[in-house]
């Protein structure tokens, strides 16, 4: 069981960058495949990214590609989502989520551990 915690939200205008880091707990990191959800005001929570912890292969929502990237340092326990070209949809509160050994996972329910999240908020 990881324990994950989100940092770098924040306000921006649009067309802006933030990064988001996520860093977890545990020394078995490594196996486990993290992912990036958001949540905006009046909406269901939303797959963003993830990124498998066996061949470190992406998968990115049709909304977020070419925009965003996600990535990870093992030595770090730590995931990050590079977000470029920000819009005002962007805005929410994005949250880390990370699931062990399952490959391929883009789904709120394939995620079993997730962070508390952090606010991001893109104004035009």
């Known amino acids: 069981q990881v324990q994950l915690a989100e940092s770098g939200g924040g306000s921006v205008q649009a067309g802006g960058s933030l990064r988001l880091s996520c860093a977890a707990s545990?020394?078995?990191?490594?196996?486990?495949?993290m992912g990036w959800f958001r949540q905006a005001p009046g909406k269901e929570r939303e797959f963003v990214a993830s990124?498998?912890?066996?061949?470190?292969?992406?998968y990115y929502t049709s909304s977020v590609k070419g925009r965003f990237t996600i990535s990870r340092d093992n030595a770090k326990n730590t995931v990050y989502l590079q977000m470029n070209s920000l819009k005002p949809e962007d805005t929410g509160v994005y949250y880390c989520?990370?699931?062990?050994?399952?490959?391929?996972?883009?789904?709120?329910?394939?995620?079993?551990?997730w962070g508390q999240g952090t606010q991001v908020t893109v104004s035009s």
């Open positions: 989520a990370a699931v062990p050994w399952v490959v391929g996972a883009t789904t709120e329910g394939d995620f079993r551990n």
């Open positions: 545990g020394r078995t990191f490594s196996t486990y495949t």
């Open positions: 990124i498998s912890w066996s061949d470190g292969r992406t």
